[in-house]
């Protein structure tokens, strides 16, 4: 997908940025980044650097020659500010900081702007402490705003030919992420509370995710007639469905149903479901329209032979190591198969020709 081809991106990465250069990579943008320092690569820098290539920013007067010819600044600098860059006319300056130009600067990693954002709050088992995203969500969704902004100003640029700036939040855009609960307690007061494996609507609580013979599945018991009618029908044709075969699913509603009622149905379910792999349950979704979806383990989903057949991985080579890891690559299905990927060496800023060139 080359929608950005020949556009030229400057990235200071410091966390907070790097996911969003990655998809203005994947959109066909030369992003040049510029690192601190290069020690061994953590797994992250890995995903979210390959396609890019990297500067130490070990010379300022030539990290801010870069920023004279980027159409569009990713500016990470969220310990303070190394790099005084001088942004061109026409250019896009993202500025991103962990919790806004007004906050002065402060020490914040994933786990404490996940932590402040209020997600941790709402996640985990209800006597059990908060828990943390796998990965670092709080730095992916950061990145994700970055790269909509920068898009959103090019799209103005083309029609005005005008540069433009904005300052981005990591902790706002963790906490935006979080919108249920945000509306939840501006329209009603209500504070949102930890409810594990529990999705409540109305006066009752229905189970999100099954265990089955080799794994789990994600299914839930909601107000949707024919749906309802589809899992019981086969559970029937097994002799299996028990009291769920006399419900009149057209005239009643889950949201209503006393908590006690639900458990008991969602017992047979269990049962049911304890009996059958992944593969019988997904396809019987997908032939009788129950919508349950199987949960994938991370080998499934580097096996996938879907994901395989949509060119999802690329081979990613590190420069310095030579080992070749398949990573997550295109956010659009490319014509034939995508090529393979660099990590590159970091080189210092001093040593970098210029755009275009190495």
Known sequence: MNMLHGLKVLE??????????????????????????????HARDLAWHHGKTRLLGDDVA????????????????????????????????????????????????DLTLMAMSGLMHITGEPDRPPLRFPGEQAYALTGIQAATAALMALYARRRDGAGQGADLSALQSA??????EAIMYEWTDRIGRRRGNMLVRGKSGVRQVWPCRDGFVT???????????????????????????????????VADTPQETIDRWQAIVADFFAGRSKAELGELSLKRGWGLSTISDP???RDSEQLKARNLFVPVEDEETGAVTPLPGPLFHPVGAAPRRRFARAIPASSFAGWGRR
């Open 12 to 41: 200071i990465a410091d966390g907070l940025v790097d996911f969003g250069g990655r998809m203005l990579v994947e959109l066909g943008a030369e992003v040049v980044t510029v690192v601190e320092d290069a020690p061994r690569p």
């Open 62 to 109: 030539a990290v801010a020659r870069l920023a004279q010819g980027a159409d569009v600044i990713l500016d990470g600098q969220r310990n303070g500010c190394r790099f005084d860059l001088k942004v061109p006319e026409g250019c896009i300056h993202i500025r991103v900081s962990s919790f806004g130009p007004e906050v002065p600067a402060r020490p914040a990693t």
């Open 219 to 253: 299914w839930s018991m909601i107000d949707n007639p024919g749906m309802m009618r589809a899992v019981v029908s086969v559970m029937e044709d097994a002799g299996e469905a028990g009291e769920l075969a006399e419900v009149d699913w057209d005239n009643m509603l």
């Open 299 to 301: 080998q499934e989903v």
């Open 175 to 180: 906490t935006l992420s979080n919108y249920r």
